[in-house]
């Protein structure tokens, strides 16, 4: 029987396409570059990144039942990522995230995510059911949640009381999700690791800087906020103590996508292990610093370099 995991990682997990152009692009440009097709999703991109930290992180999600979801979830289980509890009964196919790369960062994407949206709370029924909780003896440990369920799907979650004792680690996936969030924030044990764009859209205000975005999403209910703000100082802000900061150091960016996913994956493994607020803001940023300048999955990288701090880009 597989163990009750401590961490699980709840929302997006499909197939990631993305295309690498040496070159900048223009609208309608057609280039030679490079193709990968890999798991992700940002929440099985954070599950990649803690199984690669040493934890044992399980995903809840739905996955299609067809060829592509049937290899999706070998190879997840291959990176380390439980997959026992997927939810698999939907009409639709898996998942898919499709983007494109160029020097100055991310051209474009499309998330395909209908099936995990049609699964709704079904992919929260294993925490439910007795098998990792019920409402009686709600499961225990941190739950990271990315903004790809609908706004009522969350709603729902945040009053769960099946999730009344769990940490939730927040993550948007991108601005025009981050609103989807809102009804996260009273939950009493809330941790939003969101970037400034994302703060600005929670806040429905523009914000100078981590430190005012942490400190004002901080003051909409959250229990404890941390921003990234690219090439600029991130945040950690807490309801009753100090809010730090950090500025990521100067880099040549290889590649932008996940890196906030390997941001959140650093920083939540560095507090599990017993890091003060400081050290896991200092673990987070290097983690995403090494993923952005990375070039395993960028072949030409003389030209598909730049001096970005992309460590609040979303998968």
């Avoid at 100067?250 to 994956?265: E, I, S």
Wanted: with cysteine.
């Amino acid at each position: 029987m597989t163990e009750t995991p401590r961490i699980l990682c709840l929302g997006a997990m499909l197939w990631d396409v993305i295309g690498h152009s040496p070159v900048p692009l223009a609208l309608g440009e057609d280039v030679a570059g490079r193709i990968h097709q890999r798991p992700g999703g940002v929440a099985l991109n954070v599950a990649v990144a803690l199984a690669r930290q040493g934890l044992s992180p399980a995903i809840l999600s739905a996955v299609g039942r067809d060829a592509p979801g049937d290899a999706l979830i070998t190879e997840t289980r291959r990176l380390g990522v439980v997959t026992d509890w997927l939810y698999r009964d939907g009409p639709l196919p898996t998942d898919l995230y499709m983007a494109i790369e160029a020097p100055g960062g991310l051209v474009a994407a499309i998330a395909d995510a209908h099936g995990l949206e049609a699964a709704g709370l079904s992919i929260l029924t294993p925490l439910r059911d007795g098998r990792l909780g019920r409402a009686d003896a709600p499961w225990r440990g941190a739950l990271v949640i990315d903004g790809n369920p609908t706004q009522d799907t969350l709603a729902l979650i945040a009053a769960d009381p099946c999730l009344a004792a769990a940490e939730l680690r927040i993550v948007p996936a991108s601005p025009d999700k981050a609103t989807r969030l809102a009804p996260l924030l009273a939950h009493p044990r809330s941790v939003f690791h969101i970037n400034r764009a994302e703060a600005e859209a929670l806040a429905g205000r523009p914000l100078a800087g981590s430190v005012v975005a942490a400190e004002a999403v901080v003051a909409l209910g959250a229990l404890r906020v941390i921003v990234t703000d690219g090439p600029r100082a991130a945040a950690d802000a807490m309801q009753g103590q100090p809010t730090i900061a950090q500025t990521p150091p100067p880099l040549a960016a290889a590649r932008v996508t996940g890196a906030g996913d390997a941001f959140l994956a650093a920083h939540l493994a560095a507090e599990m292990a017993g890091a003060a607020r400081d050290a896991a803001l200092t673990a987070a940023i290097a983690a995403a610093s090494a993923h952005v300048t990375d070039t395993a999955h960028v072949t030409d990288t003389a030209h598909n370099t730049n001096t970005a701090h992309a460590i609040d880009t979303p998968a």
